[in-house]
């Protein structure tokens, strides 16, 4: 056997900022470096960030990846870091004459070898995922090359994202090829729960390809995606040998035996990939002797996040990172007294602290009692910024000059309110943060250019019923600290806010449930609907309510030209409203029983 020392750079690059990474790939290299490393992997498409997007349909952006991966071999070996190989992602282009259907400049989802100021071998991803968030046939062509470099006596092979994800490909060649160590960058999105899904892949991609297996996952928000990290090393076997932390850039750094190399052959060979094609094996040596035995450094198993304590985090790092990244300094907000706005506050302080985020206070002639009150006992709580605005003399204003009743009488108030958060976005700077839920906005119970006005929507993607099981959750963590919780004294929002009933409070005595089922049972339908993908009959056939079904299916189908308008918000589930659910606006086809 021989021994190896990996380090897994767990890290938050930023879309587009090549310099920064490669910056940042300088400085995690001579991290591993001071640790020992003899191997470090970066994430998939580490130089550019993931993901890029219709940028790398961008002649421009392709030329400066591939720059950038070159400069950085050079730099490594500039700052003396030369002799430890490094694996990292970038932009690369294939060689392919251009044709009809393929992406402009066939791009590659790539990995490259870094050793003594050279890139040494490439490859690029094989299986290109097109569900979901993904559309990676749009942007890429397919990798057909699987390298296998010998470290220090172990023959070493790299795999990208999705070939775990599939059946055959980079996973089944290396088998054949006789790999003892598989590393896989990857940039793999967070949903709830799929901390269980990923772990199970992993043990059983290992023990496939008959290897010890490191997978290194990106961490951080781009836009709507959150990245959360959960870096996994395995044995062969499938045993959890080493796991980084969720939700916060790490360095994981492990010890491995591994088996010698059985092969003495260099060069390429094709071989069948078990998924209908053929990829070709490129063996070559860095390191042909095992390293003298050292004593290993005891493996980093995280203590994990229990389901309710990882959706907020995420939540957290998807504020954080989205203000941050997109330059801003403070974040504003309506505050209700009611949960929506409660949690949103919550979440911004806990991103931010308190004294970067603003709360606008907007009592209107419906306004309760208590809705101010609670509205300004979080205040107190957290200590963010407030100020009270009222607006029914605003709307007495707008009534002078325009005749209105119903529902348009209700959304004009809302509509005062957007119209003030924004303009304080403007003269200030702050970022507009939306408060609406996705029970909200599935049914179009939000108004256009009102609550629904904002640059950002951190509870896009949460359930009202998950709104109160957060805000219980986050509440029964006063007083304690860490990365993602600030610590209050008390807890942060008012219990008023938690255990009252919902109202929108446009109109006397005005309640959610006027308009909507009880969130209990709508929520459930909702899931089924939007998450589960499920028709009329599948939902009757689950047990859901007959009529029950066919209303909430009109409400969800026909507010989705509300949703278009929506802000971004963070995806925690398996179907988000966004890049996840894409339906056409204009559309007469209707789910029936039948």
Not at 44 to 71: C, H, K, N, Q
Request: charged share 25%; aromatic share 6%.
């Amino acid at each position: 056997m021989a021994q190896l020392r990996i380090a897994l750079a767990q890290s938050n690059p930023a879309v587009g900022d090549l310099a920064a990474n490669t910056d940042r790939l300088v400085e995690w290299t001579r991290r591993a470096a001071d640790r020992g490393a003899h191997l470090v992997v970066f994430t998939e498409m580490f130089l550019t960030g993931y993901p890029a997007e219709d940028l790398v349909l961008r002649t421009s952006f392709v030329e400066a990846s591939i720059s950038a991966i070159e400069e950085a071999a050079r730099r490594l070996d500039e700052a003396g870091l030369g002799e430890i190989p490094v694996v990292a992602g970038y932009v690369d282009r294939a060689n392919l004459a251009p044709r009809v259907g393929q992406p402009k400049g066939a791009p590659l989802d790539a990995a490259a070898l870094l050793h003594r100021g050279r890139v040494v071998v490439k490859t690029a991803k094989h299986h290109l995922p097109n569900y979901g968030v993904f559309d990676e046939y749009r942007y890429f062509v397919r990798g057909d090359r699987l390298p296998i470099f010998r470290l220090h006596g172990v023959d070493v092979a790299i795999a990208v994202c999705e070939d775990l994800w599939q059946e055959g490909g980079p996973v089944a060649v290396a088998a054949e090829a006789g790999a003892g160590l598989l590393v896989v960058p990857n940039a793999s999105p967070y949903e709830k729960e799929k901390d269980d899904v990923r772990l199970a892949l992993v043990a059983r991609r290992a023990r496939e390809a008959g290897c010890a297996l490191a997978y290194v996952n990106q961490v951080g928000g781009q836009d709507e995606l959150v990245f959360d990290g959960d870096s996994l090393v395995v044995s062969a076997s499938g045993e959890l040998i080493a796991r980084a932390a969720r939700f916060s850039e790490e360095l994981l750094v492990t010890d491995l035996e591994l088996p010698e190399a059985r092969y003495g052959g260099l060069g390429e060979f094709q071989v069948d990939a078990g998924d209908n094609s053929v990829i070709t094996v490129e063996r070559l040596e860095l390191s042909p002797r095992p390293l003298e035995p050292y004593e290993p450094e005891p493996p980093t198993l995280a203590e994990q996040l229990d389901d309710t304590a990882e959706i907020y985090s995420a939540l957290v790092l998807a504020v954080r990172d989205y203000v941050a990244k997109n330059g801003f300094e403070s974040v504003i907000l309506g505050l209700s007294g009611g949960i929506d706005s409660a949690l949103t506050a919550t979440i911004a302080s806990d991103a931010l602290g308190p004294d970067r985020v603003h709360a606008v206070l907007m009592p209107s002639r419906y306004s309760s009692d208590h809705s101010l009150s609670d509205a300004q006992e979080l205040v107190d709580r957290q200590g963010i910024n407030a100020h009270t605005v009222p607006i029914a003399d605003i709307v007495s204003g707008f009534e002078k000059e325009i005749e209105l009743s119903g529902l348009a009488a209700e959304n004009l108030q809302a509509r005062v309110r957007g119209m003030l958060l924004m303009s304080l976005s403007n003269q200030h700077g702050h970022l507009v943060l939306t408060t609406g839920n996705k029970s909200e906005l599935a049914t179009g119970y939000s108004t256009l250019y009102g609550d629904s006005a904002g640059g950002f929507a951190p509870i896009k993607d949460v359930l009202k019923t998950l709104v109160w099981e957060l805000s219980r959750w986050r509440n029964a963590q006063a007083g304690r600290s860490g990365e993602f919780l600030h610590p209050f004294a008390v807890p942060p929002i008012p219990e008023n806010s938690i255990e009252k009933e919902p109202s929108a409070e446009l109109r006397p005595d005005q309640r959610d449930t006027d308009s909507l089922p009880e969130y209990g049972v709508l929520d459930r339908l909702l899931g089924d609907y939007v998450e589960r993908d499920m028709g009329s009959a599948e939902l009757i056939a689950a047990g859901h309510d007959p009529a029950l079904v066919a209303r909430v299916i009109r409400l969800v189908d026909l507010a989705e030209y509300k949703r278009r308008q929506y802000p971004p918000g963070p995806k925690i589930t398996p179907k988000n409203f966004g890049r996840d659910r894409r339906l056409p606006i204009t559309n007469r086809w209707r789910e029936t029983a039948g």
